[in-house]
């Protein structure tokens, strides 16, 4: 199968409708995803698959962006609880003990006293989509006291008394209270939970996108290092070539055919090429270690890339404006900015309004003191109206007031033409990276022409130069030109790559060219961290 056809295939897949945007990169058919990472006598083989694989696999920064989605999704969990129950149940206990003393000359005389109370109160509120809010509370208290107490008789002796008490009183209590103005609406009282939803969609295109520019970084090091590895072996070619002349141009130089001068030009064409070798050294060594610590690997490997078959590939413009209208986080990030601006402006005006709340409920209260031969029970109903008019003529209050309304109608306006203005800036960026990939893809067979041209040009030069019909100065001329084409043409193959890259990554499709399962939150991290906070969830000392 060639590169063409596995894009075509990707892109199908990725895409699961007929937009074809034919665009992105293939790897040869013996490096296939889910492969085992083949590490040989310290030598790691890779392919643009492997690289995507080990990235998603190693880096530390994947784990770093799940581990952010816990505390996303929690946050959408507990905004979606709004309308849940809310239940608690306080208890509290306290007992004291004490002695009481009184001596009068030798007469003395000792009285213990005691007291304890227990209760426990249990609540349940719920809040209703309507704004709306119905509570219930169920209080129970329980109290003993054991009190003496000591007096003087005025005859040098001291008299005890002793008392009990002990008292129990249950009360419940319910009540419904139901805005009518402020507060008051199914609209208002769902919005928070919209905009909750719409915070966790722009985190999961966030996500998405990190993990995309996670793929993308760690192809660009691998093409960087495949065009640092072509660049050494040019490099190497130069310098033997150059070796070569310079042998030549000494055995002239003995059958007294060329100057000194020409041999001296010969000998600095090869210190040259020695000196751009171990630049190339570098630039590899550089761009291996680069490459080791994206994929967090052993930055003692050596690396082997395996070959890339390039074919052309044709990007057509319409499709791919449709996908990125649906996929690009910049885009998509203003269109739901002008739904937030929609609700916020919503609410404010809904706050901006009097408080206007109806009120009912029922109570109903027993008691019960010493003997429990008898009790008091107390019941009431209560229903009323509650207002609340706040009127700002002059001063902060009122200023106040007026700015949140600006700024909500301010926001809305900004929001729509900000999302216009994405949308043309979306169609630059998409027509500027199909026309990138169509040209970058010309001057491929431009640079391979003028690479071909150049070899036989030193080809013709290195004929003349030995019927002595040229000077050595233009046969290291061209060889330079040689070398300057050869490095031309791997860049221009590293440049296409690079920008059917940057095409996958503006239409939000990286992760399904490259079939990478995308998954918007970490299941078995989640249940992991949730084990770890239990037990501290429901322990209280």
Request: proline share 2%; with cysteine; aromatic share 6%.
């Amino acid at each position: 199968m060639n590169l063409t056809d596995k894009l075509l295939r990707k892109i199908q897949t990725a895409l699961m409708l007929s937009l074809l945007c034919v665009f992105s990169i293939s790897v040869s058919a013996h490096a296939q995803n889910g492969t085992k990472t083949q590490v040989n006598n310290g030598i790691l083989t890779l392919s643009m698959d492997e690289v995507v694989r080990l990235t998603i696999r190693n880096n530390s920064n994947v784990a770093t962006n799940y581990l952010q989605r816990v505390t996303e999704k929690f946050d959408l969990e507990k905004a979606e609880a709004k309308f849940e129950p809310v239940i608690n149940i306080d208890g509290s206990f306290n007992a004291e003990a004490f002695q009481r003393n009184m001596r009068i000359s030798d007469n003395g005389t000792q009285t213990p006293a005691s007291k304890w109370n227990a209760g426990a109160k249990a609540s349940i509120t719920q809040k209703i989509p309507t704004g709306g809010e119905l509570s219930f509370v169920w209080d129970n208290n329980y109290s003993e006291n054991s009190a003496g107490t000591l007096e003087y008789d005025g005859d040098s002796s001291v008299s005890r008394t002793q008392t009990y008490t002990r008292e129990s009183s249950s009360k419940w209590r319910i009540e419904l209270t139901q805005p009518l103005l402020k507060g008051a609406g199914m609209d208002y009282n769902m919005a928070s939970i919209r905009l909750a939803r719409i915070t966790d969609k722009l985190n999961i295109l966030t996500l998405r996108d990190n993990l995309s520019t996670l793929i993308s970084n760690g192809l660009n090091y691998y093409f960087t290092f495949k065009q640092a590895k072509e660049n050494l072996e040019i490099q190497k070619q130069a310098l033997e070539r150059s070796e070569r002349l310079l042998e030549v141009n000494k055995f002239k130089q003995k059958m007294g055919r060329m100057s000194a001068s020409d041999v001296v030009q010969a000998e600095a064409d090869v210190a040259s090429g020695r000196l751009s070798l171990e630049e190339a050294l570098n630039s590899l060594d550089k761009a291996r270690r680069d490459l080791l610590n994206h994929l967090e690997m052993d930055p003692g490997l050596e690396i082997d890339p395996i070959e890339d078959d390039i074919q052309d590939v044709e990007p057509d413009y319409e499709r791919c404006m449709q996908v990125a209208l649906k996929n690009n986080q910049a885009y998509m990030g203003k269109v739901f900015a002008v739904t937030q601006s929609d609700i916020n402006a919503m609410m404010t005006e809904n706050e901006r309004e009097w408080q206007l709340d109806l009120k009912g409920g029922y109570e109903e209260t027993q008691t019960l003191k010493n003997t429990y031969s008898a009790s008091t029970s107390e019941d009431e109903l209560s229903a009323g109206i509650e207002l609340k008019a706040p009127i700002n003529l002059w001063g902060d209050d009122q200023l106040e007031r007026k700015k949140k309304l600006l700024t909500a109608k301010v926001n809305k306006r900004k929001a729509r033409l900000e999302l216009k203005r994405a949308e043309t800036d979306l169609q630059t960026k998409v027509a500027n990276a199909v026309r990138d990939v169509k040209m970058r893809w010309k001057m491929i067979g431009l640079a391979k022409k003028n690479t071909e041209l150049k070899a036989l040009q030193l080809e013709n030069e290195n004929t003349k130069l030995m019927v002595g019909r040229t000077t050595n100065f233009e046969v290291v001329s061209y060889q330079n030109q040689l070398v300057q084409a050869q490095l031309a043409e791997t860049s221009k193959h590293i440049s296409y790559i690079q920008a059917l890259l940057t095409l996958d990554q503006i239409l939000g499709t990286t992760m399904e060219t490259w079939h990478v399962k995308f998954k918007h939150d970490d299941k078995q991290l989640e249940e992991d961290l949730n084990n770890e906070i239990r037990p501290l969830m429901w322990t209280w000392w």
